[in-house]
């Protein structure tokens, strides 16, 4: 039976990472994925560029950017693996990025860069990587009357048997399937006793009920920036980006952040034109012009929306100047609150993340490894820990590897 320090189950951001650093430190590191690719999740991210960090990101609040029964728990891991550490790796490797908005960075030429580093640092760590390769099942033995609770795991994979004092899963939620996800780290989690929270696909499109959405579906492909919102009160959460609309819902940026707080039977209220006091444009276009509302509405928002806006009313289906106030100003306040209730979302195969998790009661905020297990670590995206869009997951799942393969100690 082979033996190692330390063996990780994952081959995405936070198992590679994870490797890369722990091999570094002089651990024998082995890497275990089950499928045919590595890092695929990687390579589709940010439209095939990764936005592998985000500049903004503020360890001291991590709530601002973060979800998760204690979004607190993070805040260890990321101010001692800050996006500048990141960055700076990055740099080093001599690979050219750019800033988008809002702080997120972006490979200039390709995810396959951030890739390709990630595996040049295992290499330099000298970690064994086999992949495509299938855990089938693990067992923990402890050394005898260690008051530690110390002891070895035996990983029975589809290359052999092999044994490890430490054990790190990395493999991810259950989002986007077909590229690999299953609820490998639930499972095991489950197996040794560790609490979870209950799991739902985060940054995810929106559905709408058909017959509801059936106004609104010829309206598939169009974007838009605005103001969306939903909760009340102090729970209340709202983000400001661009919302697409598709033949079954919506989605783009804006509905994916607020799809991670939404949740079923509660409205969405939506400001169609943020930044424009459509009451008082409405009512001076009446004073000036002949043309019909849709026409004028369309300089206000796109003109495919004025349009589909303006059948669902008869009093707006006129020339402006032939309209009553009283219609002008329902018309201004339906486009600033357009209040709809999503009937469910896109699911897993559209899902960028998953939220839930692994417990964070459950785990060390300092290494990630287990109160009640020793040796067992969990990190990245099992973990009760979800980022907002924009390169906050990529990360804690960097700052969680960090955290983790720094604790990790050897066999011997």
Known sequence: MQMFD??????????????????????????????????????????????FTNRDLDPRAPHRHFVGQNPQFCRSALS???PSDFIALVQKHGIPFHEKHKGQ?????SAEDIIAMLLAECADGGVTHWQPCAVKNIVFSAYGADPSGAGSYQINTDRGPVQARSLVVATGGLSIPKIGATDFGYRLAQQFSIPLIERRPGLVPLTFDGAL????????????????????????????????????GLSGPAVLQISSYWREGTPLAINLAPGVDLGEALATAKNRSKKRIANELATLVPSRLADAWAQREADWQRPINEASD????????QLARWELTPTGTEGYKKAEVTLGGVDTRALSQQTLECKTQPGLYFIGEVVDVTGWLGGYNFQWAWASAHACAQALVSAS
């Open 6 to 51: 330390v063996v990780i189950v994952g081959a995405g951001a936070a198992g590679l990472f994870c490797a890369g650093q722990a091999g570094q430190r002089g651990l024998q590191v082995l890497l275990i994925d089950h499928a045919d690719q590595v890092a695929e999740k990687i390579r589709i991210s940010g439209g095939g560029r990764c936005n």
């Open 80 to 82: 001692r693996y800050t």
């Open 105 to 109: 960075l972006f490979a200039d030429r």
């Open 213 to 248: 959405w059936a106004p609104y579906a010829q309206l598939s492909g169009l974007a838009l920036p605005v103001e969306i919102s939903t909760g009340s009160k102090k729970e209340r959460m709202v983000f400001h980006e661009d919302l697409l609309f598709t033949h079954r």
């Open 326 to 333: 009283k219609a002008l100003a329902w018309l201004a306040e």
